[in-house]
């Protein structure tokens, strides 16, 4: 295990810190530039949700097998090797486009060979935190790790504007590529510091391995009920929301492109802000509450969303929904490392992350297909109401006692930390108003 100071966490996971804040920097310059670019490619709210669903194709289709392979690999090695792989894709881009070959084909392959490789990278970063920073410190780094992230997700947007003054959408994409090589950099220089893979691990076939995980998710009513309820709400509000405020912001109310980055920002300035404080709110409230409550102030905020015919009223909006849904994601993230053994951490995020996100493409198709017909606007009204009622469905789940099974894995002292919610929310779906799609939850 890492070495790290009692009243800090040590320097290897400051640079740690460093690296994925640079790289988070550059998505989210992406974050912005992506949309705008396949607007301006094909004009149709549906290129926007085939784009999304591109990318959540590989969860089902590559998602277990990964996971599998990551508890048995150098954690370190699959992340500079996925860093490394997204420099050269996401630079494709701007390539082509000063070829002027660019078409909206290479944006959907792009994004499905980028994701594969999140997919590796995300699972590797769950799995090596617990060894870098020590059990007990998991919900401060997660917290830190979380406001740097959204740090990030404030300056992101206001770059992409900045740069969208001086430059094509496209060529602005070299800066999200430049970021990715800083961040492989920065891990190959922790070559001593980062632990590699779980000693003793992965002897057993891929298959078994691959069930072994399946097995233990799907056993666990906490960590089955969260990914039941992420899959319900992706599929019938976070899709959709992700890729359609873009719509909303563009058709409905006439906006800039640089008015567009506004919502990014906002939106990073609300996760920012949460984050600060969701390490010590979640203590407070105990994993049950700290999922939970989030969800209903975020199905207001996308009914809100769609009511409101203000577009500050919308950015707002946007940013409080993006900070709740900060808060459940960290909480999520610091209960599944705790109750995951750690020679199954790598295996435990990919399965939820499979089970979660496999109805996102179905989703962001059906969204942005009805968002063809009948507006932005209303489709976000009707989503509130849809996260309202799924929320409400798991008012009496085992996620209310999240801190009990907590106890039964961790020790005695978990318990007093989760009291009965005596309210709840809304499950976190896949936009940045909800639950971020790439935060690894």
């Not at 989210?28 to 999304?52: C, E, F, K, Y």
């Not at 996401?90 to 290479?106: K, Q, T």
Request: with cysteine; net charge positive.
């Amino acid at each position: 295990m890492a070495r790290h100071a009692r009243g800090g966490l040590g320097r290897p996971y400051r640079v740690f810190l460093v690296a994925q804040s640079v790289s988070n920097l550059g998505s989210a310059v992406s974050l912005v530039l992506i949309p705008l670019l396949v607007l301006r490619l094909t004009g149709s709210p549906l290129d926007l949700g085939i784009t999304m669903a591109v990318e959540f194709l590989p969860y089902p289709l590559f998602g277990l097998v990964i996971g599998a392979y990551v508890d048995r690999l150098s954690r370190r090695t699959v992340m500079i090797a996925a860093d490394a792989g997204r420099t050269a894709l996401i630079a494709s881009i701007p390539v082509l486009a000063h070829l002027g070959a660019l078409e909206i084909w290479w944006i959907y392959l792009t994004g499905f060979a980028a994701s594969t490789l999140t997919i590796a990278y995300n699972a590797a970063e769950f799995a090596v935190m617990p060894s870098l920073v020590g059990p007990d410190r998991l919900d401060t780094a997660n917290a830190r790790l979380s406001a740097a992230s959204s740090t990030a997700g404030v300056l992101g947007p206001a770059v992409a504007g900045a740069g969208l003054m001086v430059m094509p959408a496209a060529t602005a994409l070299l800066l999200d590529a430049a970021t990715f090589a800083f961040s492989a950099c920065c891990l190959a220089g922790l070559r001593r510091s980062l632990p590699e893979r779980v000693t003793g691990g992965g002897r057993e076939p891929v298959r078994r391995a691959i069930a072994e995980g399946v097995r233990f998710v799907f056993g666990h009513p906490v960590l089955r009920a969260c990914a039941i309820m992420l899959a319900l709400t992706n599929l019938l509000v976070g899709a959709t929301a992700e890729k359609q405020i873009v719509t909303l912001a563009k058709q409905h109310y006439l906006a800039a492109d640089s008015a567009v980055s506004w919502l990014f920002v906002s939106a990073g300035a609300g996760t920012a802000l949460f984050s600060l404080f969701s390490d010590r709110l979640g203590r407070r409230l105990g994993p049950g509450r700290a999922i939970l409550l989030p969800f209903f102030g975020g199905a207001v905020c996308m009914f809100g969303i769609g009511v409101v015919e203000s577009y500050p009223a919308v950015v707002l909006l946007w940013a409080l929904g993006s900070g709740l849904g900060m808060f459940f994601v960290v909480n999520l993230r610091t209960l599944r490392q705790r109750l995951a053994p750690a020679g199954m951490l790598a295996r435990v995020v990919t399965v939820g992350q499979v089970l979660s996100w496999t109805p996102v493409p179905l989703g962001a198709v059906l969204g942005g297909w009805v968002t063809a017909r009948v507006g932005a606007a209303p489709v976000f009204a009707g989503l509130g109401v849809v996260q309202l009622v799924v929320a409400a469905g798991f008012l009496a789940s085992p996620l209310r006692r999240a801190g009990a099974h907590l106890a039964a894995a961790t020790g005695p002292p978990a318990a007093a930390q989760d009291r009965p919610a005596a309210a709840a929310g809304r499950a976190g779906t896949a936009g940045t108003a909800a639950v971020p799609a790439r935060s690894g939850a």
